[in-house]
């Protein structure tokens, strides 16, 4: 099969003008200037249009989508007490419907490899049906003391050993996810980190997002100290950066994901470097809880392995990459101006291959190149807010929309076209049709909330 289009972006060299790919088996074996081949059906011709390698979101929780839009205008700590009670009014199926949404969503605007933090095990679902690459990390928390180091690895083991029956044979991997430092007693941290070691887990924290966060493991103040002891728990205070802290705990290592990162300091961005530990970093959702601007251009800088994510949709309120690409460019100019480094080319890296390298996956995934798989996505030009285009990176970050998005396509095998999604294996509509139901559901219980 050959993917042509006016420019192909290969990431490891210049864009190539007329350019084509061309795939075997699902691996891609030449990206070169298009050739004689004229239009078959094995031809894919986009005409005005750029391939790029599929998008790698470095952080997500798709299970979360159908609370889009149902807590706004609160800051984070409110913000998170408040989804905390949403999730609990969702079942099992409506948490599987709810991924296999966003799962969709990312389809469509031309994500290949989603790397997904879930509570549920649904991100697993939702990906291998839709036919999506990616890597999910079981969540697992542990406040109180009744969650005692036993339990938690029991029930870790169990989910874990569910998520590897259901992920065989698939694209989608494995990982841990402890969720953050005030979520996770200090000790089942410490258990959590030789259990994940010993079975060779990669892992994502939640770390140094908000100022809250920080003021708990600093100082045992700010309202999530107020939280817990309103609720008569005793939060061990260490007085240090939750970073220092993972770092005594030999968290910090090319296996372990980092989410967020916001509020840390240039010594951080040494150590993250030292260690080659990657991070998530998540724009947007970063600037809507208020939670400020993460120093992504020192990261880029000092060679830390960075990946962008668009965090759920409650933090957001979309998928959409291009618009995160856009964030992530403006923000860095905005408070670093000329001097941050960050331009539409590294924009797009971050967005394919930075996400690769972050995850440990760039020896498969992230550029296109003979040899790797065939995962990439074509973006319409012809659009009327995309035309003119002199520039490819520049029309794709400060342009583009997810949906320009024309086709996306994992392994060789098309899982989005035109609207269509072709490894779906029931109609759109009718899981819309559900999700109706759990939205009524929703909104019914925030109308309560208001009330009551
Ligand atoms: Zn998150």
Redesign the pocket.
């Known amino acids: 099969m050959i993917v042509r289009a006016d420019w192909v972006l290969p990431i490891t060299q210049q864009p190539i003008e007329q350019g084509e790919v061309v795939v075997q088996n699902g691996v891609i074996v030449d990206v070169r200037r298009r050739s004689g081949t004229r239009g078959s059906a094995d031809v894919l011709d986009f005409g005005e249009a750029i391939i790029l390698p599929g998008l790698v979101n470095a952080?997500?929780?798709l299970e979360l989508t159908v609370l889009r839009g149902a807590v706004e205008d609160t800051p984070f700590f409110e913000w998170i007490r408040r989804l905390v009670d949403l999730k609990a009014a969702l079942t099992e199926s409506e948490w599987r419907d709810s991924a296999l949404w966003g799962a969709l969503e990312a389809a469509a605007s031309g994500t290949t490899t989603v790397a997904d933090?879930t509570d549920s095990g649904a991100a697993v679902y939702a990906l291998t049906q839709v036919g999506l690459r990616g890597r999910v990390y079981q969540e697992v928390f542990a406040v109180s003391p009744e969650q005692t180091v036993a339990k938690t690895l029991d029930e870790l083991e169990n989910k874990l050993q569910q998520l590897h029956r259901a992920t065989q044979g698939t694209a989608v991997q494995v990982g841990v996810a402890p969720h953050t430092l005030y979520t996770v007693r200090l000790e089942v941290m410490a258990a959590l980190r030789e259990y994940t070691r010993r079975k060779g887990y990669p892992v994502c924290i939640?770390a140094a997002e908000s100022s809250d966060e920080i003021a708990l493991l600093q100082e045992g103040k700010g309202k999530f100290a107020q939280m817990y002891a309103q609720r008569e728990m005793r939060w061990e205070v260490h007085g240090k950066h939750p970073v220092d802290i993972l770092h005594e705990q030999n968290w910090l290592d090319a296996n372990t994901l980092l989410?967020h990162a916001v509020q840390t300091e240039p010594r951080h961005t040494e150590l993250f470097a030292a260690t080659h530990t990657a991070v998530a970093h998540?724009p947007q959702?970063n600037a809507k809880l208020t939670n400020g601007i993460a120093p992504l251009g020192e990261w880029l800088e000092r060679g830390v392995r960075v990946g962008l994510g668009t965090?759920?949709v409650v933090s957001n309120n979309t998928l959409d990459m291009f618009a995160e690409m856009r964030s992530m460019v403006l923000l860095q100019r905005a408070v670093r101006g000329v001097d941050c480094g960050v331009t539409t080319r590294r924009a797009v890296e971050t967005a394919t291959a930075g996400g690769a390298h972050a995850l440990g996956m760039a020896e498969q995934i992230g550029t296109l190149e003979p040899g790797k798989q065939a995962d990439l996505c074509v973006v319409a030009l012809d659009n009327v807010h995309c035309f003119p285009a002199y520039d490819p990176y520049a029309a794709l970050v400060f342009s583009a929309r997810a949906s320009d998005v024309l086709m996306t396509m994992v392994a060789g095998k098309i899982v989005y076209q035109r609207g269509e999604y072709p490894q779906l294996r029931e109609p759109v509509q009718r899981l819309r049709e559900r999700l109706r139901y759990t939205v009524r559901r929703i909104r019914e219980r925030l109308a309560q909330d208001e009330t009551g």
Request: a negative charge; glycine letters at 0%; charged letters at 10%.
């Open positions: 952080h997500t929780h933090t939640h989410v998540c959702s965090d759920s």
